[in-house]
């Protein structure tokens, strides 16, 4: 009896003596796991907070990233290189000239096409004025066969002259998408100088120069279009029933330099008409 007693006192003494260091263990372990796991929290927060990702969230980021890039060069390549306005007044003043400016409209599209072998583009919207209201546009076209349709089916129809709202107009365009430069051509003007002036003075800010190209040379006229063309940046040139070659190469000219700038232009006015080389001068002491 009392061998037992003894060997149930001796197991409860291993079993005081193993408690305390058991429960340190367990303690320590259990410890060591709380910290573990809240550091990992720690960190996957503080990852999130830094903006960083897992590698393949990275990767996939990356390649995302280079399609939108991939996506933005090819849009940028279907872009025409240049936007040119074609500004027409078609009071019955011009129904003389009307037939000669559709077919030099064509002309000046194959210039542009054959530019450095086809790399500028060009896209032309035309607008115009006749009556005493009336103010129309075209939707911006890359080849000259949807404009030459609209201009054949245009009549001139006697009224005053809107360039201001012709100008106002290119104010717009530009604003939602660059244009390259502004072409006008009429034979007399019916507004305030000073506004008109005022409103090509603007368009220089814009980075639109204006070409102005008058037929016959009303003189009250003339001394509008000259400054309105030098202040736009641009250049003013006139012409008459017999210059229709002239007027073929200014046209040419102004297109050329839409789409492959001065240098271009330049280039250009060594074998045109002599009025080319003095518009690319104009525009050369402007640069």
């Given at each position: 009896?009392?061998?037992s007693n003894s060997d149930n006192n001796s197991d409860k003494r291993k079993q005081s003596e193993k408690s305390p260091g058991s429960l340190v263990s367990g303690w320590l372990a259990r410890g060591k796991a709380a910290l573990s796991?809240?550091?990992s929290q720690v960190n996957r927060q503080s990852g999130r907070q830094s903006g960083q990702l897992p590698s393949s969230q990275k990767v996939d980021a990356f390649l995302q990233k280079a399609d939108q890039t991939r996506a933005v060069a090819a849009v940028r390549e279907k872009q025409p290189a240049g936007r040119l306005i074609f500004a027409l007044d078609a009071t019955a003043s011009r129904e003389a000239t009307w037939d000669q400016a559709s077919q030099l409209q064509a002309e000046m599209f194959l210039a542009v096409q054959n530019?450095?072998?086809g790399q500028h583009q060009l896209a032309v919207q035309l607008c115009y004025f006749k009556g005493y209201?009336?103010?129309?546009?075209?939707?911006?076209f890359r080849?000259?066969?949807p404009l030459l349709k609209v201009m054949g089916k245009m009549r001139c129809e006697a009224g005053i002259t809107k360039i201001e709202r012709v100008l106002s107009h290119i104010q717009t365009e530009t604003r939602k998408n660059k244009v390259q430069a502004a072409v006008y051509i009429g034979d007399c003007m019916e507004e305030n100088p000073d506004r008109l002036i005022q409103k090509a003075g603007e368009l220089?800010?814009?980075g639109v120069p204006l070409f102005i190209f008058?037929?016959?040379?009303?003189p009250s006229a003339k001394s509008c279009f000259q400054r309105m063309a030098d202040v736009s940046g641009g250049a003013y040139a006139s012409f008459d029933n017999s210059s229709a070659d002239q007027l073929r190469d200014l046209l040419k000219?102004?297109?050329i330099y839409a789409g492959g700038g001065l240098s271009a232009l330049q280039q250009f006015s060594q074998i045109a008409h002599p009025a080319v080389a003095r518009l690319s001068h104009q525009l050369g002491g402007k640069s």
């Open positions: 009896m009392s061998d796991e809240k550091s530019l450095d072998a209201a009336g103010f129309y546009r075209t939707d911006w080849d000259s066969a220089r800010l814009l008058q037929e016959g040379a009303e000219a102004v297109a």
